[in-house]
Nanobody
Framework: QVQLVESGGGLVQAGGSLRLSCAAS????????MGWFRQTPGKERDFVAT????????YYADSVKGRFTISRGNAKNTVYLQMNSLKPDDTAVYYC??????????????????WGPGTQVTVSS
């Protein structure tokens, strides 16, 4: 079983930055592809970014490409999401997710098996 806990959310002005962290309680963290998703009330959970088990491969949603960076520290069992040049449209609850390795693009919530409770990010204009 994998337990995930996000932190680092908050209120920031447009153009500002935040760094989200997701701590995982599992011995074999380095074997799990990881992802970040976000969700606003009444809408589906949207893909933001994913990182491979080694950290060597990353992929981003077009809406965040060039502004967000996903990374992981396997020695610390942590995955990060650095968010720069934030916009009001980035306001959402951000969720960290872990996937058991499978043949997948890891772009859909269905590709992931474990989820954190989420952290709120609010960007004011």
């Amino acid at each position: 079983q994998v337990q995930l806990v996000e932190s680092g959310g908050g209120l920031v002005q447009a153009g500002g930055s935040l760094r989200l962290s997701c701590a995982a309680s599992v011995r074999t963290f380095s074997s799990y592809p990881m992802g970040w998703f976000r969700q606003t009330p009444g809408k589906e959970r949207d893909f933001v970014a994913t990182v491979s088990w080694s950290g060597g491969y990353t992929y981003y949603a077009d809406s965040v490409k060039g502004r967000f960076t996903i990374s992981r520290g396997n020695a610390k069992n942590t995955v990060y999401l650095q968010m720069n040049s934030l916009k009001p449209d980035d306001t959402a609850v951000y969720y960290c997710a872990a996937a058991r390795p499978r043949s997948s693009s890891y772009l859909s919530p269905l590709d992931y098996d474990y989820w954190g409770p989420g952290t709120q990010v609010t960007v004011s204009s």
